[in-house]
């Protein structure tokens, strides 16, 4: 028997769910048109930039929205530099920019036109630790090491910014006068995150280091 003229035909909720997901699903997948005219690779913005890395002049050709830690890490293979929140806020991608510690995940890379840069492999080799570094292995600063290469390069600064506070009054009496307090360096490199926890340690390893840098100013 046929279906007399505007008869309603009764719909199961399954029928009506499959009916929907297939209208979602059509509508969804854009035509092979506009898929082809997607622009070409070519087609992204690049600039040249040319920088000194470690004592070495470096040139590259970038997309103009790499940072800086992404040129390091993809372009130059210097991946002593680490990316961890990505956001600015762990420290751990921490380099030296013209001797100032910047978060290098929050530049561009283009920014940076003939600026020094200074990363971890520019500070030390095994056969050469930077001071830094050899107090960092001496007082166990470190844990999974990954927070240490921006730890590193941001204490190298902050004893730096530290010497540079004093008032110019006393800069005669520089070396008695520079005596960082430990509540002084743990506030400097609060932004620098460990999540092992070895910030007593990382603090004695910078005040060696101080006490040295005090030492050979004496000598």
Known sequence: ??????????????????????????????PLSSTAAAAPASAVPTESVSFSVNGEDRSLQLDTRVTLLD?????????????????GQCGACTVLV???RINSCLSFAVMHQGDEITTIEGLGTPDD???MQAAFIE??????????????????????EIR?????????ELTGSFAPSEMEMRERMSGNICRCGAYSNIAEAMAQVAGEQVAGESA
């Open 1 to 30: 028997m046929h279906d007399e003229p505007g008869t309603i035909l009764p719909i199961s909720r399954r029928g009506l769910l499959a009916s929907s997901a297939a209208t979602v699903a059509m509508t969804a997948t854009p």
């Open 71 to 87: 040129a390091l890490r993809e372009h130059l293979k210097l991946t002593g530099t680490k990316k961890g929140c990505d956001h």
């Open 98 to 100: 013209n001797g100032e």
């Open 129 to 131: 630790l930077h001071p």
């Open 139 to 160: 007082h166990d600063g470190y844990q999974c090491g990954y927070c240490t290469p921006g730890q590193i390069c941001s204490a190298v600064a902050v004893l730096d």
């Open 164 to 172: 540079k506070s004093i008032p110019s009054h006393v800069s005669g």
